[in-house]
């Protein structure tokens, strides 16, 4: 792909989450004096979601009209129009499976060249997704070469057999072509679809993190999405239907209030673990806008915040021993994501997944608007992010690592390499 290198290309990621919309605008400019190319964010914008339930959606209408609210409020701050998005897609309607794709070396020398690679990868692709799901990712993992395992870039190589071990990631059909509808009826293209969290990985891992193994948790609110990166490939993906709104829930619950009340309480405490509070603490929730003057001690509170967090770090456990990964990644875990705002999260991470546990925003973003450590935002900026690398890798030479994406509409089909 020919660019102009001194024009900033315009990247756009639209997250549609189950509890916001959002969108960043970044700018990719080739800066002369690092010899590369940088990103920064110029514009993000965040409206609450409409026409979805638990990440599904229940209304076209709506999801139509809260994308347009939020890319008219991006326009507005960047002074052009929004023309192609990435999109971002998570739900529990993911399936991630793993394939093999065999082709016979095309050249009679028996060098492996770059369209070989492209060969193998799309006869992973080729064969059937799951019924009812649309190919989505297909993410080459390694590579054999006459029964030679275990080759990380094949390219050059010499041999008759070339295979590739891929993982493919499936998203529902159905929900796939809902929400591509409702992005096109906002009037703007679709650059792809990505699954969330290959972006968020993408935003907050640092390569090094990616070589040693690491983990990357998204907590939004319907769901909690994971990645793990091992020997600078990604090990595994995962979707828990468990999230931060399921703690807003059993506030109201537990505390017989509203949802609304709920997420304001939630959004103000200082921290999640009870130990932290003394039993005279309480909150009055009339404070909150409640008609009920009524006093609950803050510790109940984090009680039922840690119960439900504490569960979702077990079910992320449990994702990790499925890999034999579970206390065993290096370079820890990093929690990011509108759920991991919750101060103290970090720390009961720390003690059910027997990692070390730190916060990850964006990392080799710039920007002029604070929502780039905005947790929230890591997957609006991890799109971002995926879209420049894909942009900016179109000039340079194919690697090992191709990504291919399919348009769900199966109008476009692209292949491009990815620089980790
Ligand atoms: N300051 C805050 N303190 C505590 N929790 C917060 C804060 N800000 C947002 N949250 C919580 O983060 C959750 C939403 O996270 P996020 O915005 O990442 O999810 P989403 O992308 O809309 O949903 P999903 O990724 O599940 O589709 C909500 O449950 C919200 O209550
Ligand atoms: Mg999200």
Redesign the pocket.
């Known amino acids: 792909m020919a660019r102009d290198t001194r024009q900033p290309t315009i990247v756009t990621g639209l997250?549609?989450?189950?509890?916001?919309?959002?969108v960043a605008v970044g700018q990719i400019m080739f800066d002369e004096g690092l010899g590369r190319e940088t990103i920064q964010i110029v514009a993000s914008v965040?409206v609450p979601?409409e026409g979805?339930y638990k990440?599904n959606v229940t209304s076209i209408e709506d999801v139509v009209s809260s994308v347009a609210n939020a890319l008219e409020q991006a326009e507005r701050m960047v002074g052009y129009p929004i023309e192609n998005v990435w999109v971002g897609i998570?739900?529990a309607d993911i399936i991630s499976q793993s394939n093999k794709g065999v082709v016979a070396v095309a050249k009679s020398d028996g060098e492996i060249s770059s369209e070989d690679v492209e060969r193998a990868v799309d006869a992973a692709r080729a064969i059937n997704a799951p019924l009812n799901y649309d190919v989505l990712h297909v993410l080459p993992k390694s590579f054999s070469v006459d029964g030679q395992t275990g080759i990380k870039d094949p390219i050059g190589m010499t041999g008759m057999r070339l295979e590739v071990d891929t993982q493919m990631i499936h998203g529902l059909s159905a929900h796939l072509k809902n929400i591509t509808k409702a992005v096109y009826r906002t009037g703007v293209d679709i650059d792809d679809v990505v699954l969330?969290i290959l972006a968020v990985g993408e935003a907050v891992v640092v390569p090094r993190q990616k070589e040693l193994g690491v983990a990357v948790l998204?907590?939004?609110?319907?769901?909690?999405?994971l990645i793990v990166y091992e020997e600078g490939d990604i090990l595994h993906t995962g979707i828990l239907p468990i999230?931060?709104?399921?703690?807003?829930n059993d506030l109201a619950i537990g505390l017989r209030t509203s949802i609304d009340i709920a997420?304001l309480i939630?959004?103000?405490?200082e921290t999640s673990i009870v130990e932290k509070y003394s039993k005279k603490d309480v909150i009055n929730l009339a404070d909150f806008g409640s008609e009920d003057n009524e006093h609950i001690p803050r510790q109940y509170i984090a009680e039922i915040i840690e119960a439900r967090a504490s569960e979702i770090f077990s079910k992320v456990d449990e994702e990790l021993l499925k890999i034999e990964r579970n206390g065993l990644l290096p370079a820890g875990v990093i929690i990011?994501?509108?759920?991991?705002?919750?101060?103290g999260m970090v720390s009961l991470a720390k003690d059910h997944l027997k990692l070390p546990v730190t916060i990850g925003t964006p990392v080799n973003v710039g920007g002029i608007t604070d929502k780039i450590n905005d947790?929230?935002f890591?997957?609006a900026i991890g799109l971002v992010k995926w879209g420049a690398l894909l942009y900016t890798s179109g000039k340079k030479q194919k690697r090992m690592n191709i990504k291919a994406g399919k348009m769900v509409d199966g109008v476009k089909k692209v292949f491009r390499s990815l620089i980790p």
């Not at 997250?15 to 959002?22: A, F």
């Open positions: 997250d549609i989450g189950s509890t916001m919309v959002r965040e979601s979805l990440g998570s739900g969330s998204n907590i939004g609110g319907a769901n909690t999405s999230g931060s709104s399921h703690i807003t997420e939630k959004k103000e405490f990011t994501g509108g759920g991991a705002k919750i101060p947790l929230a890591s997957t």
